[in-house]
């Protein structure tokens, strides 16, 4: 099982970026796919999650508005559009899948396969 992200960089405020995360190694689709971060220094928060057969999409309030989830199921892949791009959105980003669909979609520990993650900069 891999989970694959790629996309990050350096850009500037205001900027934007797509964040990419490829899914390969099982024979079933992964029901749950999110992503999380980590800015230095601070623990890994949750970012945005979507469940597959129209189960939803979800963000945290700090990149509602801004950031757009989005999956291909055909491809097993997970993207992250992220628009308006602030200092504080600096971090490490992984992506994170389950087979389940989880209604803790915000819990790091019901996700057993995650991506190396992709780092993210915000210069201001």
């Known amino acids: 099982v891999q989970l694959q992200a790629s996309g990050g960089g350096l850009v500037q405020a205001g900027d934007s970026l797509r964040l990419s995360c490829a899914a390969s190694g099982r024979p079933f689709s992964w029901s749950t796919m999110s992503w999380f971060r980590q800015a230095p220094g601070k623990e890994r928060e949750f970012v945005a999650a979507t469940r597959d057969r129209n189960g939803g999409i979800f963000y945290a309030d700090s990149v509602k508005g801004r950031f757009t989830i989005s999956r291909d199921n055909a491809k097993n892949t997970v993207d992250l559009q992220m628009n308006s791009l602030k200092p504080e959105d600096t971090a490490v980003y992984y992506c994170?899948?389950?087979?389940?669909?989880?209604?803790?979609?915000?819990?790091?520990?019901?996700?057993?396969?995650w991506g190396q993650g992709t780092l993210v900069t915000v210069s201001s």
């Open positions: 994170a899948a389950s087979q389940n669909r989880l209604v803790a979609y915000t819990v790091q520990s019901n996700y057993i396969d």
